[in-house]
Nanobody, 124 residues
Framework: VQLQASGGGLVRAGGSLRLSCAAS????????MGWFRQAPGKEREFVAW????????AYADSVKGRFTISRDSAKNTVYLQMNSLKPEDTAVYYC??????????????????WGQGTQVTVSS
């Protein structure tokens, strides 16, 4: 399984970015996908989760109402639409795959595969 994250960049506060995570290597119908982020000097934290088969979603309180996770089965790609960005959203964002969970997992160790990360920087 390979995960390729992209879409990061530099944006001003209040702006938007859309991250993509292209997945390859197998069928993902039983998988769940997560987005995490890690700021300098901080632990990796959960951002959002989606169950591939049902599109059920879950979000961290800090991003609820601003971020939206979605998936495109035809493209084997998961997206994270980020609106109303704040400087505190600055971090490296990672996508991750969980082979078999039916409920949101917010701990990084629960995920089986990881992408390489993409930098998001929000200026004030």
């Amino acid at each position: 399984v390979q995960l390729q994250a992209s879409g990061g960049g530099l944006v001003r506060a209040g702006g938007s970015l859309r991250l993509s995570c292209a997945a390859s290597g197998r069928t993902f119908s039983t998988y769940a996908m997560g987005w995490f982020r890690q700021a300098p000097g901080k632990e990796r934290e959960f951002v959002a989760w989606i169950k591939w088969s049902s599109s059920s979603t879950a979000y961290a309180d800090s991003v609820k109402g601003r971020f939206t996770i979605s998936r495109d089965s035809a493209k084997n790609t998961v997206y994270l639409q980020m609106n109303s960005l704040k400087p505190e959203d600055t971090a490296v964002y990672y996508c991750a795959a969980d082979r078999d969970s039916d409920f949101p997992r917010i701990r990084a160790y629960a995920y089986d595969y990881w992408g390489q990360g993409t930098q998001v920087t929000v200026s004030s």
